[in-house]
């Protein structure tokens, strides 16, 4: 073969290059690409509906209209119902909070006397605690207040950067049904171009893992906004009918960060106790939001996830995370949005690598171990005492050694 038709690089050389250059523009595009996403999710998940009034004689483009109006109209619906609800209660919330933490103080010196532990009484005191052990004697005390809240003022300029990209926010939210629109008409149209593009000979089976893909991102997608939805409901309605404080609110917010092992339900417990506490109200409430939340916990590991999700796509806790903080410290909030997806497409690499492994010749009929030298004395010395399975097997494999055909 000639230096022409192998070319310059090997193979692998090539698809590294391209590997990395996509990783590369999807770092540096990562800003652009959250939109994107966000409209490619839509027309993911509603294609089949699409295809579904296609089938019925709808044209594709009044059936793209028609879901995409009824999906618009039903976030519109929730923010004009809920949202304006939630910033009241949370509004309501901060101006009632310096009363209710000073009704908190009051009931808790008592019992923090007991034990030697004084809580300060006014803001300069604690400023004067919290920099005492740091403080210059020879500073200023304005000094010391300006060093104290210079936490304080890094979280306001954050605040401060995000709102002044609020325009930018809102106009990439506008782009996204936009987008979402385009996507869902030419959705078929692209999927079979990318086909048309594999070489014939590979197709069959890159159709095929195309097909595993597209049956488990759909699977896993689907399931988990689903799990999403019905915890944030689960939790609003059982904090609100125990009379938790923005009980719709941590229910939002607990149900959004269910995707995240622990999180979710950690934000869930922990928000609704906090309001117990400064919204006292007895002993009942906390322990009926403790009750609801195992309750929901145990409906959410053995009903709603298993048969909502179900096992065939589930990942294990340890690899979800491990999928955020690689997600997120490769590509901040876009890689936080692709985790998923890919720890559940690489999940299935994964398992067609083990099957190939177990079915390889190097598994069925693998080398015998060696005879001679250090490492056959390494491999056959003795450790442990072994366990009666563990010595019939190695006194089985003495009688009857492995064979390569």
Not at 135 to 141: E, H, I, Q, V
């Given at each position: 073969m000639t230096r022409s038709s192998k070319g310059l690089f090997p193979r692998w050389v090539v698809v590294l290059f391209v590997v990395a250059l996509v990783g590369l523009l999807t770092w540096a595009l990562r800003g652009v690409l959250t939109p994107v996403f966000f409209a490619f999710l839509i027309a993911y998940m509603l294609d089949p509906v699409v295809d579904r009034f296609e089938a019925r004689k709808i044209p594709r483009s009044v059936g793209i209209a028609v879901l995409l109006t009824g999906v618009l109209g039903a976030m519109g619906l929730f923010l004009l119902l809920a949202v304006p609800s939630m910033v009241r209660d949370a509004t309501d919330f901060m101006r009632d909070l310096p009363g209710q933490i000073s009704a908190l103080e009051a009931r808790a010196q008592p019992w923090l006397l007991q034990y030697g532990i004084e809580l300060p009484t006014s803001l300069s005191e604690a400023v004067?605690?919290?920099?005492?052990?740091?403080?210059?004697?020879?500073?200023?005390?304005s000094d010391q207040l300006a060093k104290a809240a210079e936490p304080v003022m890094a979280v306001l300029r954050w605040l401060w950067g995000g709102t002044a990209t609020l325009l930018g926010a809102a106009a990439s939210a506008l782009i996204v049904p936009v987008f979402a629109a385009y996507l869902l008409h030419d959705f078929d149209r692209m999927t079979a171009g990318i086909a048309g593009l594999i070489p014939p000979k590979w197709r069959p089976f890159i159709v095929d893992i195309a097909k595993e893909v597209d049956t488990v991102l759909g699977e896993f997608i689907r399931g988990q906004l689903i799990v999403m939805?019905?915890?944030?409901?689960?939790?609003?309605v059982a904090y609100g009918l125990l009379g938790v404080r923005l009980a719709v609110l941590i229910g939002v917010v607990a149900g959004m960060l269910s995707f995240i092992p622990y999180v979710g339900g950690a934000v869930a417990l922990g928000l609704a106790v906090i309001?117990?506490?400064?919204?006292?109200?007895?002993?009942?409430?906390?322990l009926g939001v403790v009750g609801a939340y195992a309750v929901i916990q145990v409906l959410e590991g053995f009903v709603i996830t298993p048969?909502?999700?179900?096992?065939?796509?589930?990942?294990?806790?340890?690899?979800?995370?491990?999928?955020?903080?690689?997600?997120?410290?490769?590509?901040?909030?876009?890689?936080?949005?692709?985790?998923?997806?890919?720890?559940?497409?690489?999940?299935?690499?994964?398992?067609r690598g083990l099957a190939w492994y177990r079915e390889s010749e190097f598994f069925v009929d693998g080398p015998e171990p060696p005879s001679t030298g250090a490492l056959s004395a390494f491999i056959g010395a003795e450790g442990l005492p072994d366990d009666e399975e563990m010595a019939a097997s190695k006194a089985a494999v003495r009688t009857h050694p492995p064979t390569n055909d």
């Open positions: 004067g605690t919290l920099t005492a052990s740091g403080a210059d004697p020879s500073a200023s005390s939805l019905i915890l944030a409901f689960a939790y609003s309001m117990c506490l400064i919204d006292w109200s007895g002993w009942g409430q906390l048969k909502v999700v179900g096992d065939k796509v589930g990942l294990s806790a340890i690899w979800v995370l491990f999928a955020l903080m690689v997600g997120g410290e490769l590509f901040g909030f876009l890689g936080v949005l692709l985790a998923l997806p890919a720890a559940a497409v690489v999940k299935i690499f994964v398992v």
